[in-house]
């Protein structure tokens, strides 16, 4: 009877490793890849080297650029970020906008293909420079991005990374 407590208990901690990276965050991208799982899982994809200071606010750096991929009629260009070499975030950044009313019609196209995928949105507000909605799948945020300040060419996003969901586990 203790053998069997501990192969259990042994595979359980054989297993863990598997599960904390099976939580996919955008395609076959999952959360705490390394750049060469990210390079072998995404078909197309290349490192990339960030400019000097180009990085998220937890420091986080995109390594690696995917292929452009059209979601809704538009253009997205894949850019995954990593920190202490593992995967953190995926950001899909719209490559072309040029006004900001083009890119709150893109936003809404958005809103409805992310619904389609994902359900309804678990928050979508206006912000004082554009609009935020989230989703959440599984363990993995999925928020919808729009900055649109003055004349200023606005940027559209859709980042899937584990924030909101990884605190809700805590409760």
Not at 71 to 82: G, R, V, Y
Request: glycine share 8%; net charge negative; hydrophobic share 45%.
């Amino acid at each position: 009877m203790d053998w069997l407590r501990v192969i259990c208990l042994s595979a359980s901690f054989l297993l863990a490793p598997v599960s904390a990276h099976s939580q996919v965050l955008w395609q076959t991208a999952q959360f705490g890849m390394t750049v060469d799982g990210v390079l072998k899982a995404v078909p197309g994809s290349s490192k990339y080297d960030p400019a000097p200071g180009d990085k998220l606010g937890d420091g986080a750096l995109e390594l690696v650029r995917g292929p452009t991929t059209q979601i809704a009629n538009e253009d997205f260009l894949p850019e995954f970020f990593f920190q202490n070499g593992h995967l953190e975030q995926v950001t899909l950044s719209l490559q072309s906008v040029d006004t900001a009313s083009n890119a709150r019609l893109v936003f809404a196209n958005l809103t409805t293909a992310l619904r389609a995928r994902y359900g309804q949105e678990i928050s979508a507000r206006p912000t004082a420079i554009g609009l935020d909605s989230e989703w959440l799948s599984g363990k993995t945020n999925v928020t919808l991005i729009l900055i649109a300040i003055g004349d200023t060419d606005p940027l559209l996003n859709i980042v899937y990374q584990v924030r909101l969901a990884g605190d809700a586990s805590k409760l």
